[in-house]
């Protein structure tokens, strides 16, 4: 599985990874509701994710972890694509 990070000054580089972990906005306020796990075959999907950690692992180790701001995320064709304004890493 494919997994990117863009910001509006960069895009981070696409990491393979088995599985990423986002923190998801729930309802109109946008407040953290939770994490969200997507593995390999996941359906399409898109994600208004909440200000929190985002990461991606491979075999069970960390490839990627850092602190966004709030944004999107996306899921397709095994592509997980994460849009943030800010990334802490």
Same mark, same amino acid.
Request: aromatic share 8%; net charge neutral.
């Given at each position: 599985?494919?997994?990117? #990070?863009? *910001?509006?000054?960069?895009?981070? $580089? *696409?990491?393979? =990874? %088995?599985?990423?972990?986002?923190?998801?906005? %729930?309802? $109109? &306020? @946008?407040? /953290?509701?939770? =994490?969200? @796990?997507?593995?390999? @075959?996941?359906?399409?999907? #898109? /994600?208004?994710?909440?200000?929190?950690?985002?990461? +991606?692992?491979?075999? @069970?180790? +960390?490839?990627?972890?850092?602190? =966004? $701001?709030?944004?999107?995320?996306?899921?397709?064709? &095994?592509?997980?694509?994460? +849009? #943030? %304004? $800010? #990334?802490?890493?």
């Amino acid at each position: 599985m494919k997994f990117t #990070v863009f *910001t509006p000054h960069r895009q981070f $580089s *696409t990491i393979e =990874c %088995d599985s990423v972990k986002l923190s998801i906005a %729930d309802g $109109s &306020d @946008g407040k /953290f509701s939770g =994490c969200y @796990g997507i593995r390999k @075959g996941h359906a399409k999907a #898109v /994600f208004a994710l909440a200000k929190g950690k985002i990461s +991606a692992s491979l075999n @069970g180790k +960390a490839v990627f972890s850092a602190e =966004c $701001s709030e944004g999107f995320a996306t899921v397709e064709n &095994d592509e997980v694509r994460v +849009a #943030v %304004d $800010s #990334v802490s890493e």
